[in-house]
């Protein structure tokens, strides 16, 4: 549902999968359609073996051969599936992203302030805007101050594709961004060469 709303208004974002996710052919028109990019939501981050392991794996089905980006799966405190392995250690995935190749642009950190949100000298975002509003930060917590920091530097806002459909909040609020964004000239995009 997500897709098909960005698809309708013309906005492209970056998607990232894990393994039980992998898009099914009506997601991967989709996601085409839209000129999306879509990466491995990392879950078993243990080691370096068991990350090749499971990026062997997500590349093996024909829709993601192609892929080159990752994300980190989970907030680095709970265990969120059968594989996942809850610890986040962003340094270890940059690494890892330099030593093979891809692409990690993105923590999972929670913005405390608009600096929080900018790109460091690495080309790294530590930090991004979670559209759920349960992982914000209580001083950094207003659509608005996404959109100032916005307004300076790229940043990274984020919503689960499910929460779009299941949270009435995070939902309004990414329907928010997109109209201030607008309203600002400010660009919606993906990862994948846009970063200035």
């Not at 799966?73 to 986040?88: A, D, E």
């Not at 929670?110 to 460091?120: G, P, R, V």
Request: glycine share 6%.
């Amino acid at each position: 549902m997500k897709l098909r709303f960005c698809n309708e208004i013309n906005i492209q974002g970056t998607f990232y999968h894990r393994i039980c996710t992998v898009p099914d052919p009506e997601t991967i028109e989709l996601l085409m359609n839209g000129n999306h990019e879509w990466g491995l939501h990392l879950e078993n981050s243990r080691s370096e073996e068991t990350f090749i392991q499971e990026w062997n794996e997500f590349r093996s089905h024909p829709s993601c051969s192609q892929t080159s980006s990752f994300s980190k799966h989970g907030s680095g405190v709970h265990r969120l599936g059968k594989f996942h392995y809850p610890i986040y250690e962003p340094e270890k995935y940059q690494k890892w992203a330099e030593k093979y190749n891809f692409q990690y642009p993105s923590g999972n950190g929670i913005a405390s302030c608009k600096e929080d949100l900018f790109i460091d000298e690495t080309g790294f975002f530590k930090s991004l805007f979670w559209l759920e509003p349960n992982y914000r930060n209580a001083s950094f917590a207003k659509v608005e101050d996404l959109i100032e920091a916005a307004l300076q530097s790229d940043v990274v806002a984020l919503i689960h594709p499910c929460n779009f459909v299941a949270d009435p909040i995070a939902r309004r609020d990414f329907e928010f961004m997109i109209e201030l964004a607008s309203k600002n000239s400010i660009s919606i995009k993906s990862f994948k060469g846009n970063i200035n």
